[in-house]
């Protein structure tokens, strides 16, 4: 992989534990000349940001390594993030209501699997719109998850990576289905869907595994027939289990790492959801955000933003079940909150 001086500054690991071609310090030369062409052909168009090597070889990669249409999704994305406000959220957005809306539907991210990956949670079987709609609102749940989907980038995945000395570019997934009747699903189809679409299109190949456990009867079938139609690569990443999932969970999250509620031994004071504990909390493995550091912040209104709506594009549905942590519920308002893990 040959990286660019001008817009390569990492503090981390760049190799992949991923022996795939495509992946980061697995590229082929005819690879490496795409990503050179796809930067190149976006600078001519005016984008000066997020153009480094792994960001771009996650947009290729998404497009089987096609130039133009990754290019295309590219500045897409980057058009949402303007029109969305992404590079103020991140730095100004509050969430004073986290404890309250994580009583109904908790989702977080909680310490790290044997690949030393951050493990993302999420909860479905206490949803209650009407009651969380009291507390919140359908707009900031959404910039809530894109906010986390940020942090996600920087400086989740680069603590992590240079705890493990090596790339970490995805996340570990759990879906919990426990709870979740046909009336549920049917709440929370419409966010999953927003959400599935935002992850799948502006942040690409951030899944790592997905677990989707207490999957109810009847979810299995569905599954089966909706495989067919997915990419085998994506396949091979979810897991689908019933109510006896707790040994292949283990095999993957270390016991010291996975929360009580699901067969661990993690009990962290004041309780996992909201404690975020991981390398990200630990200063010998942190570093400041880009998006934190002072020249960025300079650059940017200082507002705190807490009650303001922010506009929210549609974008196109996932394909995949569970493939992202965050939706648009301003789009359909009588739908409720729906899986959010974090990428494919």
Same mark, same amino acid.
């Given at each position: ?30 690879? $490496? %000349? ?5 930067? +190149?052909? #976006? ?61 109904? =539907?908790?989702? =977080? ?13 999420? #909860? ?28 996600? %980038? $920087? ?43 935002? #992850? ?24 089966? +027939? ?16 019933? !109510? ?7 095999? @993957?999250?270390?016991?010291?790492? #996975? ?15 909201? !404690? ?24 940017? !209104?200082?507002?705190?933003? @807490? ?12 394909? %995949? ?9 301003? @789009? ?13």
């Amino acid at each position: 992989m040959t990286l660019d001086p001008k817009h390569d500054q990492y503090d981390y690991p760049t190799t992949s534990p991923t022996v795939q071609s495509g992946h980061p310090g697995h590229t082929t030369k005819e690879q $490496d %000349a795409q990503v050179h062409q796809l930067r +190149m052909a #976006l600078e001519q168009a005016g984008y000066k940001d997020r153009l480094d090597t792994l960001t771009l070889l996650r947009f290729l990669r998404a497009r089987k390594f096609s130039v133009e249409l990754s290019k295309k999704m590219f500045i897409e994305c980057e058009k949402w993030r303007q029109d969305f406000g992404v590079d103020e959220l991140v730095r100004n957005f509050q969430y004073d209501e986290k404890s309250k809306v994580f009583e109904y =539907y908790p989702q =977080y991210y909680h310490k790290t699997d044997k690949d030393g990956r951050p493990v993302y949670v999420e #909860l479905l079987g206490n949803v209650d719109l009407t009651a969380m709609y009291k507390i919140t609102t359908p707009e900031r749940m959404i910039q809530n998850l894109v906010v986390e989907y940020e942090k996600l %980038a $920087d400086p989740r995945l680069p603590a992590c990576s240079r705890k493990a000395d090596q790339l970490l570019e995805t996340c570990c997934s759990i879906m919990d289905l426990k709870g979740v009747g046909l009336g549920k699903a049917r709440q929370v189809y419409g966010y999953v869907q927003q959400v599935s679409g935002i #992850l799948q299109n502006y942040y690409p190949e951030r899944l790592g595994k997905l677990y989707i456990i207490n999957a109810p009867w009847g979810f299995s079938p569905i599954w089966n +027939m909706v495989k067919g139609f997915l990419d085998p690569v994506t396949v091979q990443k979810i897991h689908v289990l019933g !109510s006896g999932y707790q040994k292949e969970l283990l095999d @993957q999250v270390p016991k010291e790492n #996975l929360p009580t509620q699901f067969g661990g031994s993690c009990d962290c004071q004041g309780g996992c959801m909201l !404690s975020d504990e991981g390398p990200w909390q630990d200063s010998q493995w942190t570093k400041t955000p880009k998006w934190a550091q002072p020249q960025a912040e300079a650059q940017n !209104s200082s507002t705190a933003i @807490q009650n303001k709506p922010t506009e929210i594009t549609n974008p196109e549905p996932a394909a %995949a079940p569970g493939t992202a942590p965050a939706a648009d519920p301003a @789009q359909a308002p009588a739908q409720a909150p729906a899986p959010v893990p974090p990428a494919p």
